[in-house]
């Protein structure tokens, strides 16, 4: 069975945090880098973090670096981003999925939404 449950969004003001929570099954998750992408309205899916399967590795996009954090808890099979000094621009549907050095599988998850608005 194959399974990306994403939670934890919602709607914030600029400059607030939010932690993301991805729950993945065990044939995707283990082995494997994990990845966050979003989706804004209208825009194509983008990459914006990941991590490999040690944790000791992680990458960000420019446009996140230095204001989000991936982390990854192998033994629950959990996927978190821990969001900080959000912007407009961080509004999107935010979705895990394999990652890094790990091409994403062809399963997507519901995602979860993400609204920064003040």
């Known amino acids: 069975q194959v399974h990306l449950v994403e939670s934890g969004g919602g709607l914030v003001q600029p400059g607030g945090s939010l932690r993301l929570s991805c729950a993945a099954s065990?044939?995707?998750?283990?082995?494997?880098?994990m990845g966050w992408y979003r989706q804004a309205p209208g825009k194509e899916r983008e990459w914006v973090a990941s991590?490999?399967?040690?944790?000791?590795?992680?990458n960000y996009a420019d446009s996140v670096k230095g204001r989000f954090t991936i982390s990854r808890d192998n033994a629950k099979y959990m996927v978190y981003l821990q969001m900080n000094s959000l912007a407009l621009e961080d509004t999107a549907v935010y979705y895990c999925?394999?990652?890094?050095?790990?091409?994403?599988?062809?399963?997507w998850g519901q995602g979860t939404q993400v609204t920064v608005s003040p």
């Open positions: 999925n394999r990652g890094g050095s790990s091409s994403p599988s062809n399963y």
């Open positions: 065990r044939n995707i998750f283990s082995g494997f880098g």
């Open positions: 991590i490999e399967f040690s944790g000791r590795y992680t």
